[in-house]
């Protein structure tokens, strides 16, 4: 991963998505419970009161 998206490169949540095309999203899995969180947040993420580390 890479490190210039922020706390989403260690969160549990973070999903990556790739296009047909090449380009690379970091979705936010807890939008889909909790409005609150952007589906792909603006990037890199340094704050995020739902973050949890990958274990």
Partial sequence: MNSSI????HCTFCRI???DR???FYLCERSFTDPNYAKYPRLPVLS??????IR
């Fill in 17 to 19: 998505i790739r296009s």
């Fill in 48 to 53: 995020c009161p739902g973050f949890t580390p």
């Fill in 6 to 9: 922020g706390l989403c490169e």
């Fill in 22 to 24: 090449g380009s690379v």
